[in-house]
Antibody, heavy 115, light 107 residues
Framework: EVQLVESGGGLVQSGGSLRLSCVGS????????LTWVRQAPGKGLEWVSY????????YYRDSVKGRFTISRDNAKRSMYLQMSSLRADDTAVYYC????????WGQGTLVIVSS | DIQMTQSPSSLSASIGDRVTITCRAS??????LAWFQQKPGKAPKSLIY???TLQRGVPSRFSGSGSGTEFTLTITSLQPEDFATYYC?????????FGPGTKVDIK
């Protein structure tokens, strides 16, 4: 069974930093790209960042460029999102998802940025 | 950037109804489109990818069609567990985006 488990969310002050993790199991981790998607309270889904299977290709949405860094460690079956200079509008549930088609999703981790 | 419109934004339907949701892309995306279902407080769930391929475990009452710029998600014979919000997602290019969602509730 494919599983993705996010962790690392929490309450942080505006301007602060947080590191999210996503651990995958039940599939060949090395073979799949991974994506972070977020959802602000009461809002729709918002694509955040993408990393290819080997980590060599990375993309970000404009609003997080220069503030967020995506990475992965295939040996640890893990993906990360280092978030800095956090703003109130980064408040959201952050999900990780597998593959270009977002075939499987984790349960999400909540990030609250207080101003 | 690819912009997605989704219609309707919400609909009310009865058990057993046929429901159709449409997504339109601002430029051609071939068949690189996925559909997701999300229930309140839960993570999105993949229903369809490559415009018409049913994800494993998804009931056959769900189907997808289209290519290029216009896509549809159809639910034949709506069931109680299908009341949710549905999103489309093009994955042909970066930055990625999502449709704004269609909320399906009980009439």
């Amino acid at each position: 069974e494919v599983q993705l488990v996010e962790s690392g969310g929490g309450l942080v002050q505006s301007g602060g930093s947080l590191r999210l993790s996503c651990v995958g199991s039940g599939f060949s981790f090395n073979d799949y790209s991974l994506t972070w998607v977020r959802q602000a309270p009461g809002k729709g889904l918002e694509w955040v960042s993408y990393i290819s299977s080997g980590g060599g290709t990375i993309y970000y949405r404009d609003s997080v460029k220069g503030r967020f860094t995506i990475s992965r460690d295939n040996a640890k079956r893990s993906m990360y999102l280092q978030m800095s200079s956090l703003r109130a509008d980064d408040t959201a549930v952050y999900y990780c998802a597998r593959g270009a088609e977002l075939l499987d999703w984790g349960q999400g981790t909540l990030v609250i940025v207080s101003s | 950037d690819i912009q997605m419109t989704q219609s309707p934004s919400s609909l009310s339907a009865s058990i057993g109804d046929r429901v159709t949701i449409t997504c339109r892309a601002s430029q051609g995306i071939r068949n690189s489109l996925a559909w997701f279902q999300q229930k309140p407080g839960k993570a999105p769930k993949s229903l369809i990818y490559a415009a018409s391929t049913l994800q494993r475990g998804v009931p056959s009452r769900f189907s997808g069609s289209g290519s290029g710029t216009e896509f549809t998600l159809t639910i034949t014979s709506l069931q109680p567990e299908d009341f949710a919000t549905y999103y489309c997602h093009p994955y042909s290019d970066f930055p990625r985006t999502f449709g704004p969602g269609t909320k399906v509730d009980i009439k």
